[in-house]
């Protein structure tokens, strides 16, 4: 379906015309090269006494210097060390990530995901760079992925917010209340950062936070009251047209132009104004489908 409405955004219209755009179940793909990357690492640990994952994190000194693999490998560092904490953690994100696919759709999924790990890589290049390229200044990974991630949860808690979720397997929680505690949480930690003088640590939030902000701005527009309505102006006008009408011709409020029956000789006759005439031309129902469009030369 092609979005030919401009109430659509750009984020839309080009979904709409790339359905394809993307890789479908892209969350599976993600958890299970966490979960490859864990075993991996651990097989490594065992054997050679390695810790081969080093080669994978997000250190800007080293990508600027050639290790450009960096810049993605990152995403598939796992978010625990601990079995059982990775596993019920890829769970959570790949089932809140199904979700939010099955509701906009693989391309715009695709695209809310990329535009947070540009975002992200671009952040995190420009704080390194700032940092100093004589020192290493490694983002910490489980962050980096954590707000990427935690950006997925609150786009789906803004769009079903009254839905329960089980804290712990066992407290029903709403979603809306459970993505404004993480909110919170972040803040407390942006604030500890800043009052410990790490303010470049302060700043990781920022992409993904910005990310959820772009991919959900119709929403919130409407909620706060910034968006305006468009409307056809003459939809609008209708009525107008109608009290001018009855001025003009007292007694009567609607006359077909096409047979000058008016609403006194039918009263239940429905009228309608035609949008595709030039100007306000009123027309009963045997007519209203069934004229001449008149246009104005």
């Known amino acids: 379906m092609i979005y030919r409405n401009n109430r659509y955004g750009p984020i839309d219209r080009f979904c709409a015309k790339h359905p394809r755009f993307g890789i479908p179940n892209l969350m599976k793909v993600i958890v299970f090269g966490q979960i490859a990357v864990f075993v991996l690492n651990l097989m490594g640990e065992l054997l050679f006494r390695s810790v081969w ?12 210097q050639g290790e450009v693999w960096r810049l993605v ?9 601990n079995p059982f904490y990775l596993l019920l953690g890829c769970y959570f994100y790949y089932w809140i990530a199904s979700m939010l696919e099955r509701e906009w ?4 999924f695709n695209l809310f995901y990329l535009s947070g790990a540009v975002l992200s890589v671009v952040l995190g290049l420009v704080l390194g760079y700032f940092q100093g390229t004589y020192s290493i200044f490694i983002i910490p990974v489980s962050d980096l992925a954590y707000y990427l991630n935690l950006s997925i949860f609150l786009v789906l808690a803004t769009l079903y917010g009254e839905i329960q979720v089980l804290l712990f397997f066992v407290i029903p929680v709403k979603m809306k209340w459970m993505a404004l505690i993480d ?3 972040v803040l407390v930690r942006v604030v500890q950062y800043a009052q410990q003088g790490l303010w470049l640590l302060a700043l990781v939030p920022l992409a993904s936070f910005l990310n959820y902000f772009i991919f959900t701005w119709s929403f919130w527009s409407t909620k706060l009251g910034l968006a305006r309505s468009r409307h056809n102006p003459k939809v609008v006008n ?6 001018q ?14 047979c000058g029956i008016t609403d006194l000789d039918d009263p239940d006759m429905e009228f309608r104004y035609c949008s595709k005439c030039d100007g306000y031309y009123c027309y009963c ?3 209203i489908n069934n004229h001449v469009h008149i246009h104005q030369d």
């Open 53 to 64: 994952m080093n080669y994978l994190l997000f250190v800007p000194t080293l990508i600027f």
């Open 73 to 81: 490998t990152w995403i598939f560092i796992p978010s625990s060390t």
């Open 105 to 108: 759709g693989t391309a715009k």
């Open 183 to 185: 909110v919170v949480l």
């Open 238 to 243: 209708f009525k107008k047209a109608q009290k």
């Open 245 to 258: 009408q009855a001025k003009a011709n007292p007694g009567y409020r609607h006359k077909c132009a096409v």
């Open 285 to 287: 129902a045997n007519h």
